[in-house]
């Protein structure tokens, strides 16, 4: 028996990819932590202690150079650009998950941070952004 082949692996291939990004997208990012993407997306880790609020996010292979941060109110804009390491001209991929080229990504900070004081550095390949929580401005009131 002849066997036929049909031409929709490459649509299904693409479909699966599409759909397994939007479920890993859907499960990794908390609500409200993400409002807008371009590019690529860096996974981020968003928590607090009891005098700061820390934002880490995987920026592997992207240079100080290449990175931008931007505190808009209560949102961080991150931007920059990841480029390949390895300048070949002729490539023949077996497998490609890494991403590269330009991203961009707001995160919305949970809690009130002064704008002073903000502190970010690059260490291993993650990007950590530390703000110093506002202060308490609880008071109590007494009841007449």
Known sequence: MPVIKIGISKGIDSLHREVR????????????????????????????????VYIVADLAGVESDNLELMLEGQFLRMSGNRTPPLAIKEKRFFQMEVEYGPF??????????????????????????RFIKKGNDQMQIEVK
């Open 21 to 52: 990004e939007m479920i890993d997208e859907f499960f990794r990012v908390p609500y409200g932590a993400i409002t807008q993407t371009k590019g690529w997306i860096p996974a981020i880790d968003i928590y607090a202690d009891q005098k700061s």
């Open 104 to 129: 961009e990504r707001v995160i919305r900070i949970p809690l009130p941070v002064e704008s002073e004081d903000i502190m970010a550095k690059m260490e291993n390949g993650l990007l950590i952004v």
